[in-house]
């Protein structure tokens, strides 16, 4: 918590605070409030034909107009915002009238959570509104909140400081308009991915975050320390190899929703904590995967959305199945003009200097390919294109070629310039699985520190077989800027990975929770 100098305006609601608690007004009531209607389902619902519809809404006032005897409030709920006509003849019948200029308008605040009780009606200016028979004060807000200015619709004055709207995601929430449809679509996009999946029969299941080697991808992971066992553990950096482990135990088709951990970069579309949907589906490969992916990615866009097609600026990308497929030398060769198929390391850190891409002596041939096709390649295809059939050596998890053993079954499905999707017809053959382990821990040796390291138990799986699969994982953050329109991973994520807020010039510093 910060300990701050107040300001004016604090400290005058900090009196009324006081004073509501004189008068007998608890501003911080627990008893239940009941509310039985909301502003969205009001305003639809409506009409002038019928008998005047009692309700119970409740709300935070976003701002009110005193005007003698009468005000109007607007409340905000969880809908939208509706108008309150408040008269204090209304809320005090036969009592003495000052309460309601002592309480409602000296006492209460913009900001205020209050419960209101009274009937539907329209104003003569044609405005649907509630006409308040009985005010409660639910919650009194003690630091007033930045005022955003309308006019004929237009916005004044946004909250649009990125750093403070992420800080302070509720603030955003409350005064910019169109944040919470962000969040909601983006709950509508997990929803209809979970439908999709349960109407195949596919099994939700959870695997853990921390976990004694960071397997199933290659990434530099979080590293702490669980003090009951005095050994350290790592922050998943990918639940594969766990979700791996239930098909060599008889699931099927299991998939999880996995909030996982890289300590890497930080950038427009990536986050140090990130949410990826990884299915595995036992007796299935890569190519059954790839006409999967796109009827689920068509599912949901159109269950969240209506509609396949979403703008990114002023680009239309269509999810409309089916999908462009081109394997990933042609995808360098088209982009290039260069063909590296057999080319060995050093071979390809010449292509690398030739094309300007950076390179070092640390990364093997898998990252250089990798290099080469992110810097030439991958920002080329816009409408969603499968990328297929990666050299082995960028795989480590992924079955050989059924045609060709230098290359794997994989895809990774590119839209709007970045990988969205990543699938493999799935390695099930221990020995070749050991091998590709003992080259990560080679290329670890050489100083790669996202190289894989060597998961002794999930060997032990394998060797207990495990039946023909594939596997494939969606970056949800990603698709949620995709789908909602944004062009920042900050946008759709309520609270991002930031760094230690710094006191303002009126504050000390954060303490620590023992000196609190």
Not at 66 to 85: C, H, N, P, T, W
Request: with cysteine; net charge negative; charged share 30%.
């Amino acid at each position: 918590m910060y300990n701050s100098a107040l300001s004016e305006q604090e400290i005058i609601r900090r009196q009324s605070l006081v004073e509501l608690r004189t008068l007998g007004v608890e501003p911080y009531p627990a008893a239940l409030y009941d509310v039985n209607a909301y502003s969205a389902e009001i305003k639809n619902s409506f009409s002038d034909t019928d008998e005047r519809r009692r309700v119970r809404i409740a709300g935070r006032i976003m701002s009110r107009r005193i005007m003698g005897k009468a005000s109007f409030v607007e409340l905000m709920d969880s809908e939208g915002r509706i108008q309150v006509y408040i008269t204090r003849d209304d809320l005090c019948p036969g009592e003495d009238k000052t309460l309601y200029a002592t309480v409602f308008r000296k006492l209460t605040d913009i900001g205020d959570f209050v419960g209101i009780e009274g009937y539907v009606f329209r104003t003569k200016t044609g405005e649907i509104s509630v006409h308040a028979g009985e005010l409660t004060l639910l919650s009194k807000s003690l630091k007033p909140l930045p005022v955003v200015k309308m006019k004929d619709g237009t916005v004044y004055d946004r909250l649009s400081d990125p750093e403070l709207r992420y800080r302070r995601r509720y603030l955003d929430l409350l005064v910019n308009g169109g944040v919470r449809e962000i969040f909601v679509k983006r709950a509508r996009i997990f929803d209809a991915m979970r439908e999709f999946f349960n109407s195949h029969g596919y099994l939700e299941v959870d695997t853990p975050v921390l976990q004694n080697i960071p397997g199933g991808a290659a990434a530099r992971p979080f590293v702490t320390h669980i003090n009951a066992l005095d050994t350290d553990l790592y922050l998943r950096i990918a639940n594969e190899l766990y979700l791996k482990r239930l098909i060599v135990g008889g699931f099927d088709g299991v998939y999880e929703f996995s909030r996982n951990f890289r300590n890497e970069g930080m950038d427009r579309t990536h986050n140090p904590e990130f949410t990826v949907m990884e299915i595995y589906v036992a007796y299935k490969d890569y190519r059954w995967m790839m006409e999967f992916t796109e009827q689920l990615l068509e599912f949901v866009t159109t269950k969240a959305l209506g509609t396949t097609k979403v703008k990114s600026g002023e680009t239309e990308i269509d999810f409309k199945a089916p999908y462009r497929r081109v394997t990933m030398l042609e995808a360098i060769r088209e982009h290039t003009g260069i063909d590296i198929s057999g080319m060995d390391e050093e071979r390809l850190r010449d292509v690398c200097r030739q094309l300007g891409v950076e390179q070092n002596m640390t990364m093997g041939k898998g990252k250089l390919i990798d290099a080469i096709f992110g810097e030439k390649a991958e920002g080329k295809y816009i409408q969603p294109t499968y990328i297929t059939d990666y050299p082995v050596e960028m795989s480590p998890l992924c079955k050989r070629h059924r045609d060709n053993p230098a290359l794997t079954e994989r895809f990774e499905l590119m839209v709007n310039g970045k990988e969205l999707a990543n699938a493999y017809s799935e390695l099930n053959d221990p020995i070749d699985q050991r091998a590709r382990f003992e080259e990560q821990l080679r290329l670890s040796e050489k100083g790669d520190d996202e190289a894989m390291f060597i998961d002794q138990d999930f060997l032990r799986a394998l060797e207990y077989g495990m039946p023909p699969a594939s596997g494939m994982g969606i970056g949800m953050d990603r698709l949620a800027m995709l789908l909602t329109g944004q062009s920042s991973i900050q946008e759709v994520l309520l609270f991002p990975t930031m760094r230690p807020e710094k006191p303002a010039k009126n504050e000390t510093a954060p303490q620590n929770a023992a000196s609190l």
